[in-house]
């Protein structure tokens, strides 16, 4: 296209857009006025996806929940994903370019199963078109931040990127909520809803905050970080660190702690079988002595409170903590659930519709309601089970397993390097959740989906792509 032809062109466009506007306004209407930033994003998502698809990701921690008829929407990151699952489909279908080293991948095989069977269940919903729906934000998120991840990736710079954004963004977050948290003296009924508008809750935001810290952590030790990225990720890790701790969420400690502790394994080198062993019996141990220990738990009475300690020990306390009661509700109705109907379960997304009736009067308490309409199974595991049966809960475990054995071996055989810290760092962001997901689920929305299909595409894209010593099987277990 000439110069002068594009000249004549940009300016039928402007004088349309001007008469646009003037009708609407003479009809007082002025959303005429969003017309540049639609079609700026159309331009993004047809020539320059990558920058939108960076874009939504540092807007995830920022993003506003709305309720609506259909249910929760997250602006503006949502409707940016579905458009980006378009265009992910569209590209596969017309370019088919696609790496068929990320399409046949172990990892990538494993999320297949767990969405055809998703999607099996489905067609046998009690709740059809809920089951339709929760499947669908499923695909958007892993097409979106797994699949299309894994090929933005492929670009080395573009990982830092899309870890300094996301970071960026949460702390943006955390300082807001410490600074609204700092106005109600940090006390603990507070930080219930001081991150408020852009998460939930104190347990969502102490759960993605745990997320982060990990790759916060881990970028202390990367190499050729010039003086301001050093002293950015000092600010960060403090403000991470000051955040987890006042956002009183018992559970992002706890999680914190464990990846804390695969990182001395890793560190060690201590082998698979060993962890096996040593699970094993505690898992052994723990049925051989449930009564006793169901007995001591019993007797500890500690609530959560705003004392640390306190708090810790509340973590426990299955007698009289109203959040850890209503916990074991939940999973209690989730294992009814199951053995109503163990093999398809009653449909994706459908817990919190249905958990009502499976209730215990002798299980209530104080936070429970008789209709059952308050959230969700508390569990990433006893929700698919309740909600898709046994293999519900066997597909979202063999992604977390088989992920976890690649990932440990990919970090065993790289060289040292940025790449090598950047691996093991997403991997324990990763766990974190793993072990959070026990007793929550927030997979459903944007602000925990995009960091965990993210840094698991990150991992995958690094061995695909960025792996010089790739000469080990993807899914080896460690046997020295």
């Not at 939108?52 to 409707?79: D, K, R, Y």
């Not at 069977?117 to 078109?129: A, D, G, I, K, N």
């Amino acid at each position: 296209m000439s110069i002068s032809l594009r000249k004549y062109l940009i300016a039928l466009v402007s004088l349309i857009f001007i008469a646009v506007n003037l009708y609407l306004i003479t009809k007082n209407k002025y959303y005429g006025f969003a017309l540049p930033a639609v079609w700026l994003v159309v331009w993004s998502v047809i020539y320059a996806y990558d920058r939108l698809w960076m874009f939504v990701a540092f807007m995830v921690p920022l993003s506003i929940n709305f309720e609506t008829p259909m249910g929760s929407l997250f602006l503006p990151t949502e409707p940016l994903i579905f458009g980006l699952m378009f265009v992910f489909f569209l590209k596969a279908i017309v370019d088919r370019n696609l790496d068929k080293k990320l399409l046949t991948h172990p990892v990538s095989l494993l999320i297949y199963i767990y969405l055809s069977w998703m999607l099996f269940t489905v067609f046998l919903s009690t709740l059809p078109l809920v089951s339709f729906k929760f499947t669908l934000t499923k695909l958007w998120f892993i097409s979106v931040f797994y699949f299309m991840g894994v090929a933005i990736f492929k670009h080395e710079k573009n990982i830092y990127r899309f870890l300094y954004l996301m970071l960026i963004s949460m702390l943006l977050t955390v300082t807001y909520t410490l600074i609204v948290h700092a106005g109600h003296g940090f006390n603990k009924e507070a930080a219930h809803w001081v991150m408020s508008p852009f998460f939930k809750d104190h347990t969502v935001y102490g759960a993605v905050l745990a997320m982060f810290i990990p790759l916060s952590v881990g970028f202390l030790f990367l190499k050729n970080r010039s003086s301001f990225q050093k002293s950015l990720m000092i600010l960060i890790n403090f403000v991470f660190f000051v955040g987890i701790v006042y956002s009183y969420t018992r559970a992002a400690w706890l999680s914190l702690v464990a990846a804390a502790g695969i990182l001395l394994v890793v560190m060690l080198k201590i082998s698979f079988k060993s962890i096996a062993i040593v699970f094993t019996s505690l898992v052994l141990l723990f049925f051989m002595f449930q009564d006793q220990i169901v007995y001591s738990l019993s007797k500890n009475t500690q609530d959560s409170s705003e004392n640390f300690m306190e708090n810790i020990q509340s973590m426990v306390n299955i007698s009289s903590d109203a959040s850890n009661l209503e916990r074991l509700n939940r999973w209690n109705s989730a294992l009814r659930m199951f053995n109503e109907k163990p093999m398809f379960g009653y449909g994706p997304g459908t817990y919190q519709f249905k958990y009502g009736i499976f209730q215990k009067f002798s299980e209530a308490t104080i936070i429970s309601t008789n209709d059952g309409n308050m959230g969700n199974a508390h569990s990433e595991y006893l929700g698919p089970l309740a909600e898709q049966g046994l293999l519900g809960m066997l597909t979202i475990l063999a992604i977390i397993i088989g992920l976890s054995i690649y990932a440990l071996n990919l970090y065993k055989r790289m060289p040292k390097g940025n790449l090598k810290v950047i691996v093991i760092s997403s991997y324990l962001g990763l766990f974190t959740y793993f072990i959070h997901g026990i007793m929550n689920n927030y997979l459903d929305t944007d602000k925990a989906s995009v960091p965990f299909w993210g840094f698991m595409a990150i991992i995958v894209s690094i061995g695909i792509y960025h792996d010089k010593s790739n000469n080990t099987p993807l899914l080896e277990a460690e046997s020295k």
